[in-house]
């Protein structure tokens, strides 16, 4: 793969339970911006990594992203070990105020997407916190599954027939975005409870992977034995696809725990 991709950091391990997860996240600018307006996190001390993809290329879209990760970081760790629906829906509000507040003086729409994986602590089950278009996939047993739903017009279309998939409608649809971070809507986000098992691989991606890596191509680098390949390998497929975009992706393994 391509020389242009950041060496990832070593993976994050967290035992829980019955299970161990690690995760890995990168991200590369790729060729159509000058700068990258994702944001990343992997969490070094909880299970929890999250993706955000700023709108735009602005200030707006800078300031949207660094907000939305770094209240909604903030708004898990204080209220570990207590994560739930009623904490991420309190974190969610937050992170909409925040980013309002972000925006306020500003003349340019400042909003972005955010997706976040959190395991509870005893390992039970894992939560998906969803609001735009960036992603979370699950590859289990050899299937490749989409987990979260694009919050924009053209999944609307295509899923009610307004239009088929390829067309120029669905093309202008894909970037209107129907909720994300800072919409004055203040839209909540999609929670989904999760299954982990040894043997899961999660991705968390924003659109510069989902868009410009296939689904075949997607399943056969999740099952590289070491994470940290894995997102450089696709990382690096973006770049190779011609690097239209941010691309960020979060890695998340869950393995059984080591016998003591």
Not at 118 to 145: H, I, M, N, T
């Amino acid at each position: 793969m391509s020389d242009e991709v950041p060496a990832p950091a070593e993976p994050r391990r967290h035992p829980l339970g019955e299970i161990t997860v690690e995760a890995v996240g990168g991200s590369v600018v790729g060729n159509r911006y000058p700068a990258n307006f994702d944001v990343l996190h992997v969490d070094p001390a909880l299970p929890f990594a999250a993706v955000a993809d700023g709108m735009g290329a602005g200030e707006g879209s800078r300031r949207a992203g660094t907000t939305a990760m770094g209240t909604l970081v903030a708004q898990v760790r204080a209220a570990w070990p207590d994560v739930g629906p009623r904490q991420l829906r309190a974190a969610v509000a937050g992170v909409q105020s925040a980013v309002r507040a972000a925006g306020a003086g500003l003349a340019e729409l400042t909003g972005c997407t955010l997706t976040a994986l959190l395991v509870e602590p005893d390992g039970g089950q894992g939560w998906l916190l969803q609001l735009g278009d960036s992603r979370a996939y699950r590859l289990r047993d050899g299937l490749l599954e989409l987990m979260t739903v694009d919050h924009t017009a053209a999944w609307l279309g295509v899923l009610h027939g307004w239009y088929p998939a390829d067309s120029p409608a669905a093309a202008r649809a894909r970037y209107q975005l129907t909720r994300y971070a800072g919409h004055p809507g203040e839209p909540e986000a999609d929670l989904l409870a999760v299954s982990l098992r040894p043997g899961d691989v999660w991705l968390l991606c924003t659109d510069g992977v989902s868009d410009q890596v296939d689904y075949h191509l997607t399943r056969e680098l999740l099952a590289a034995p070491r994470p940290e390949e894995a997102v450089r390998d696709l990382l690096g497929a973006t770049l190779e696809a011609g690097g239209d975009d941010n691309a960020t992706a979060v890695i998340v393994r869950v393995h059984a725990a080591t016998p003591h």
